[in-house]
């Protein structure tokens, strides 16, 4: 908040995917505490989606809760045309919705290959696409990648590390091709993230505290302060980067 009342996102719309519940609420939340309007997408979570935006809109942002299952590509892009539509533009996206498929190489699925590709890498590609049409000078993509597409440091992750390290290509590709518009795209690396994803009290919790080098979970908040730093007028000369937030897992 600045002297005269302002803070740094206002007037800005940021559109966060699966921000109903872990690291993409806490993200909405964030950015709507720097003064965005917030459009949170979810497949599921109506009620807990319907809770941030009720939280946002307290906080005297509009906050607005759209189902959009990801791994529908009209359903995308009708999420993308109807905050364009209802605020009339769209400065922030944020690609956080993804699930985590773990499993010996042996017993995935072709169900399970459709699904982590679809969610994870097809529909963040889709949302950029459908997003380039309506951001402006100085908008700003964020992809949420994970710590794993680095350091692959347990088996299982055969699915999901394939596609979190494909966000890096697309981080890249973003950043080339928008940033003659002004528009920045960056990857941020979670670690060990307490959410229901990955529970800090889950049966691996202790093995993944053991990876990081300060031997804790982290926060959605301590992700959301990363994006806020990105999408923020600090973040302007920084894109087609990777910022690793995971309590040294990486290191
Ligand atoms: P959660 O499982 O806690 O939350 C996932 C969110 O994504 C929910 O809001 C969920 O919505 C939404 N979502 C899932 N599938 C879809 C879909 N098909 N369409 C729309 N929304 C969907 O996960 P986290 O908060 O832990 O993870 C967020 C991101 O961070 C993911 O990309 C994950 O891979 C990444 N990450 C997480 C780490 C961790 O340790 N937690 C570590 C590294 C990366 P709904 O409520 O409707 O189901």
Not at 71 to 80: C, F, I, K, T, W
Not at 105 to 114: F, Y
Not at 203 to 217: I, N, V, Y
Request: glycine letters at 14%.
């Amino acid at each position: 908040m600045t002297m005269n009342g302002t803070t740094a996102l206002d007037g800005k719309v940021a559109l966060v995917t699966g921000g109903s519940r872990g690291i993409g609420a806490a993200t909405a939340l964030r950015l709507a505490e720097d003064g965005a309007d917030v459009v949170v997408t979810y497949q599921g979570g109506a009620e807990a989606a319907e809770e941030v935006a009720a939280k946002i809109t307290a906080m005297g942002r509009t906050g607005w809760a759209l189902r959009a299952d990801s791994a529908d590509p009209q359903a995308v892009r009708d999420a993308v045309t109807a905050v364009a539509e209802r605020f009339g533009r769209l400065d922030i996206l944020v690609n956080n919705a993804g699930v985590g498929v773990l499993g010996p190489i042996g017993e995935l699925t072709d169900a399970d290959a459709d699904r982590v590709l679809e969610v994870n890498v097809r529909a963040p590609f889709l949302f950029a696409q459908a997003a380039s049409a309506h951001l402006a000078e100085g908008g700003r993509i964020v992809t949420i990648g994970s710590c794993i597409a680095k350091r692959v440091a347990f088996p299982g992750a055969t699915l999901y590390a394939t596609s979190k390290a494909a966000l890096i290509g697309l981080t890249k590709a973003l950043a080339r091709e928008l940033g003659p518009r002004g528009i920045t795209a960056n990857l941020v690396h979670p670690g060990p993230i307490d959410t229901d994803m990955n529970p800090a009290g889950g049966p691996s919790a202790d093995f993944q505290r053991e990876l990081t080098a300060l031997g804790r979970f982290g926060a959605g908040a301590e992700v959301a302060a990363a994006v806020a730093y990105l999408v923020g007028e600090d973040g302007r000369y920084v894109t087609g980067a990777e910022l690793a937030v995971d309590g040294g897992f990486a290191a």
